[in-house]
């Protein structure tokens, strides 16, 4: 048999996918390569930094126990490591999964590389492909719909499980008063993970376990803990819990140490042995066969130069509030920028209705948020930041992915966060001092692009409300005051 080299990128970490799933320890050699871009070529956050490094470590020092001469490397690029070890092994054929970005996906094309398909999502690319070009428009519920009969889930004699394809309207509750939340574990650490922390001085937080057996334990706990509970305060944001009941599962599933078809699994079992309700295993369920499908597939069907849109022309530098957590006075954005400073994560709705909403009503730059965002999240990949960012959050693209930016004021968050009741600014206020920023904004921004928006029948609401308003001007007015704040960090 021909000897190769198997290249495992970061976020290929698994022996049962990608090109491991046939790789054989008499022939095959496995490298492994900790590129500088990677870890010194931008300004990573460093529990990011501790997990991926610290992950890719335990995974070849795996490799090597399971008996594969496997070669660690640490190089100025990923090239550069490849050269390497062709120069110690010889000019062995090289082999990888597909890569998850575009840009790794040219340069190792261009370096000779040969793939073998992704398999750490359930639908491929060139499947995702054939959906899409038969939609008008890509709603994700239609895929997701799609999804569910393809891969026979929550399907029951040919109808989706309990009667319906969505219990959003059972879930959507606001944060529950006097509700003990069970915690979630901590993970245990050993001498690679030390290794790590001295190399790159870092304190890394218990949250995030670098191996397989750890997220296998993430899963476990959330599960018997969280799972039954999630549907109903998916959508809501507690003061003093920051995980709630969400699964913490995206870094894992991200870097291939878990595989979307386990973590379903395990949801769909703990379904059939009445452990968790329909309504909170369906909207975990559309969580990864729907949006984390639809977001992959729609990375590789939009392109490469996707990245780059701005329909709605914001050129506001990056906020200060994003980047330190003392530069607002909003409790909201303030807390949530701590809680990533501490962790390198927040759910879903402090990134969607708290940061990103800030980012579009502002009108900061989607590029510049982008690469922040890109830099600060634990789970964080190109492939699931660029849709979520330019589709999802800022409505960059002009609505090829949403059909309506998601856009909202203070009362949206008075009604789903703990944040407004000690925080110094109003939610029902849209000028004045203590007026809340979000709602000053909100306003404002429905007023900026009121006449693109009026060719959008899903706006009329918020437009007829605009309308309303008869102190439209002290609104344009106390906005521009907040604009000037926010970017010099006074507000
Ligand atoms: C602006 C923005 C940026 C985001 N960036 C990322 C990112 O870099 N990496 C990332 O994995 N998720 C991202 N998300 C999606 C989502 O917020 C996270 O997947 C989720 O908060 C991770 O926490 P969890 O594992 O507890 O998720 P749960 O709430 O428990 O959901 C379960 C799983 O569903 C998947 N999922 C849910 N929504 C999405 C989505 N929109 N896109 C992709 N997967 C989804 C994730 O794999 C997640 O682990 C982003 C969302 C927004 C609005």
């Known amino acids: 048999m021909t000897r190769r080299i198997i290249l495992v990128p970061f976020d290929h970490l698994s022996f049962d996918h990608g090109a491991m799933r046939e790789a054989d320890p008499a022939v095959d050699i496995i490298v492994v390569v900790e590129s500088a871009r990677m870890t010194t070529g931008r300004p990573w956050h460093p529990q990011r930094l501790f997990f991926m490094v610290s992950a890719a470590r335990h995974f070849a020092a795996e490799a090597r126990e399971r008996g594969f001469e496997t070669h660690y490397i640490q190089a100025p690029t990923t090239l550069d490591g490849l050269r390497e070890v062709r120069a110690m092994v010889g000019e062995l054929p090289i082999v990888c999964a597909e890569p998850s970005s575009f840009r790794q996906l040219a340069a190792l094309s261009a370096y000779g590389v040969e793939f073998v398909p992704n398999d750490f999502f359930l639908t491929s690319r060139g499947d995702f492909a054939l959906w899409a070009k038969t939609q008008k428009s890509f709603v994700m519920e239609n895929f997701y719909r799609a999804q569910r009969i393809r891969l026979n889930i929550l399907i029951e004699d040919g109808k989706p499980a309990g009667g319906r394809w969505n219990f959003d309207a059972d879930n959507r509750l606001p944060p529950p008063r006097n509700y003990v939340w069970p915690g979630h574990s901590s993970a245990e650490r050993d001498e690679i993970d030390a290794e790590v922390q001295a190399q790159f001085g870092i304190d890394a937080n218990p949250t995030w376990s670098t191996t397989r057996t750890g997220a296998l334990r993430q899963l476990a706990t959330f599960i018997d803990t969280h799972l039954a509970g999630f549907g109903p305060y998916e959508d809501a944001v507690a003061r003093d819990e920051w995980a709630m009941h969400h699964s913490l599962l995206s870094p894992y599933l991200n870097v291939g140490l878990l595989h979307p078809r386990e973590v379903v699994s395990a949801a ?96 900061t730059s989607p590029q510049e948020f982008l690469d922040w965002m ?118």
């Open 268 to 363: 769909l079992d703990a379904y059939r042995r009445g452990a968790a309700p329909i309504q909170s295993v369906e909207a975990f369920v559309r969580q990864v066969i729907g949006w984390r499908e639809y977001i992959n597939g729609m990375y590789w069907f939009l392109g490469d130069d996707y990245r780059h849109l701005n329909e709605l022309g914001a050129g506001r530098p990056l906020l200060p509030a994003f980047t330190d957590s003392s530069a607002t006075e909003m409790n909201c954005v303030s807390s949530t920028v701590a809680d990533i400073e501490q962790r390198a994560w927040v759910h879903h709705i402090p990134r969607l209705m708290i940061l990103s909403n800030l980012a579009l009503i502002s009108g």
């Open 374 to 491: 890109r830099e600060q999240f634990v789970d964080a990949a190109d492939w699931v930041m660029v849709p979520n960012v330019i589709g999802m959050a800022t409505h960059a693209d002009g609505g090829v992915l949403m059909t309506k930016p998601y856009a909202g004021g203070g009362a949206y968050l008075n009604r789903m966060t703990e944040y407004c009741g000690s925080c110094r600014f109003d939610p029902k206020k849209r000028v004045g001092d203590d007026a809340c920023p979000m709602t000053t904004l909100y306003w404002d921004f429905l007023d900026r692009h009121r006449d693109r928006f009026a060719r959008n029948h899903r706006m009329f609401q918020q437009l007829a409300g605009l309308r309303k308003l008869s102190d439209l001007d002290e609104v344009r007015a106390r906005a521009a005051e907040v604009l000037d704040g926010l970017s010099a960090g006074t507000i």
